[in-house]
T-cell receptor, first 115, second 116 residues
Framework: KQEVTQIPAALSVPEGENLVLNCSFTDSAIYNLQWFRQDPGKGLTSLLLIQSSQREQTSGRLNASLDKSSGRSTLYIAASQPGDSATYLC??????????????FGKGTHLIIQP | GAVVSQHPSRVICKSGTSVKIECRSLDFQATTMFWYRQFPKQSLMLMATSNEGSKATYEQGVEKDKFLINHASLTLSTLTVTSAHPEDSSFYICSGRGGLTDNEQFFGPGTRLTVL
């Protein structure tokens, strides 16, 4: 059964720093991997989706990479801002993909950017 | 991206009552809808998968007679928590995928259920 682990569980850094959030998964046969943001008590905001054939995706100050063979993904946040404070979730779609399976989520990284 | 709505956003009920949560895909046809729940400080856990017009498939440990799922149309799925107990208090989130959005799931804003 797929397991997704995110490290660190929590991170607090001063504003302006570049930072990396890590995600690992046990079964490398994935369809895609997605990074989400979740604000307290709120739903999910999709940040980046990487198909299994892709190596990375970029959106603004965010860059996500995928190394499927090693079961790892990283989310890079450049020039962090207080508004980036949230919980960041990594989720994978299993190999049967194509709409058949739900996502397996990590427990998230709780990020605080200090002004 | 595609939009999914949920109603209600928050509900408080007494133990033993039933609660229905609606999930709607507003601008796409969701051939598959998923229901997740999230306990405090935990991640989202998949509860069940439903395809339009078919019975839902439940994950191990999720009681199908307690969590009734109906996916009667391509834009609406409902989750009914029957005879709710305080341990059912959680954040319930649905997602949908289908058609042009088939490679991605789009999530609703979630429903906070509190059972007294």
């Amino acid at each position: 059964k797929q397991e997704v682990t995110q490290i660190p569980a929590a991170l607090s850094v001063p504003e302006g720093e570049n930072l990396v959030l890590n995600c690992s998964f046990t079964d490398s046969a994935i369809y895609n991997l997605q990074w989400f943001r979740q604000d307290p008590g709120k739903g999910l905001t999709s940040l980046l989706l990487i198909q299994s054939s892709q190596r990375e995706q970029t959106s603004g100050r965010l860059n996500a990479s995928l190394d499927k063979s090693s079961g790892r993904s990283t989310l890079y946040i450049a020039a962090s801002q207080p508004g980036d404070s949230a919980t960041y979730l990594c989720a994978v779609d299993g190999s049967s993909g194509g709409g058949a399976d739900g996502l397996t989520f990590g427990k998230g990284t709780h990020l605080i950017i200090q002004p | 991206g595609a939009v999914v709505s949920q109603h209600p956003s928050r509900v408080i009920c007494k133990s033993g009552t039933s609660v229905k949560i609606e999930c709607r895909s507003l601008d796409f046809q969701a051939t598959t809808m998923f229901w997740y729940r999230q306990f405090p400080k935990q991640s989202l856990m998949l509860m069940a998968t439903s395809n339009e017009g078919s019975k839902a498939t439940y994950e191990q440990g999720v009681e199908k007679d307690k969590f009734l799922i109906n996916h009667a149309s391509l834009t609406l799925s409902t989750l009914t928590v029957t005879s709710a107990h305080p341990e059912d208090s959680s954040f319930y989130i649905c997602s949908g995928r289908g058609g042009l959005t088939d490679n991605e799931q789009f999530f609703g804003p979630g429903t906070r259920l509190t059972v007294l």
